[in-house]
């Protein structure tokens, strides 16, 4: 397990937290206990009601995945975040017979993945200077099991679930937990994009999901209905194989 860790009067970085499960996540965080949120988006217009509604409790800050000198000039900017969220993804509907997949696993990998790496990377030195702290990485269901009519963007969650296996280790140097949320439907445009929108739930339970998660030393949190199906066959094999400590199987 991490070590326990608690967002009362933490300062976040939430990227994509525009809508759906980030905005969930701003919103949570800050009726939970937290301080202040940077809101990691891409067009700062898009969080102007999280600004209006919340004032001097959130900053929004210019984050794009894709382009690394957005998330290095985020991280020298935000030099007081205890706690990032990784949450900002892309998901392409591609089957893997259909032509055009190869680019939707090459975009989805650039964010997906890549993104991933950027944000570890540039915020890593951030939360050792403040003692440690926390990062969360958003993954998915389809890390786990993939589906023919999102393929590309499983593969993709599936590469992000191992680099966050990774980070969880080589950041517990510097007393960083690491968190992987996995969710199944979540009531966002992403879900509806997939036509999950019949089965999705609600993107609260993500946010809820992360803190209590954080609290508690998990180091994955399955928030939602079909994703705790999900844990309960895969929950042995990730406590005596992905959670345990190099070295000691």
């Known amino acids: 397990m991490n070590t326990s860790f608690d967002i009362d009067y933490k300062v976040a970085l939430v990227t994509g937290a525009n809508r759906g499960i980030g905005k969930a996540i701003v919103e949570t965080f800050l009726a939970r206990g937290a301080r202040k949120v940077y809101l990691g988006v891409r067009d700062l217009n898009s969080v102007a009601d999280l ?68 944000m570890a990377q540039a915020f890593a030195p951030v939360l050792k200077a403040n003692g440690g702290g926390a990062f969360v990485q958003l993954n998915s269901i389809a890390s786990l099991r993939s589906f023919p009519a999102f393929a590309t963007y499983a593969a993709s969650k599936a590469a992000a679930y191992s680099i966050t296996q990774a980070l969880r280790h080589e950041m517990a140097e510097q007393k960083t937990v690491v968190l992987s949320v996995h969710p199944g439907p979540i009531a966002t445009d992403m879900a509806d994009s997939a036509g999950l929108s019949d089965v999705a739930e609600p993107p609260s339970l993500v946010a809820d999901g992360i803190i209590d998660a954080l609290r508690k030393g998990e180091c994955h949190v399955f928030p939602d209905s079909m994703a705790k199906q999900l844990w309960q066959a895969y929950e042995r094999f990730a406590r005596e194989v992905i959670e345990i400590e190099p070295g000691t199987a």
């Open 51 to 118: 600004e209006q509604k919340y004032a001097d409790k959130v900053t929004a800050i210019h984050i794009d995945l894709s382009q690394p000198g957005t998330v290095i000039s985020a991280a020298a900017n935000a030099q007081d975040v205890d706690i990032v969220v990784n949450n900002a993804g892309i998901l392409k509907n591609a089957s893997p017979l259909q032509p055009e997949s190869i680019d939707a696993l090459e975009t989805q990998m650039d964010i997906n993945v890549a993104g991933l790496l950027r």
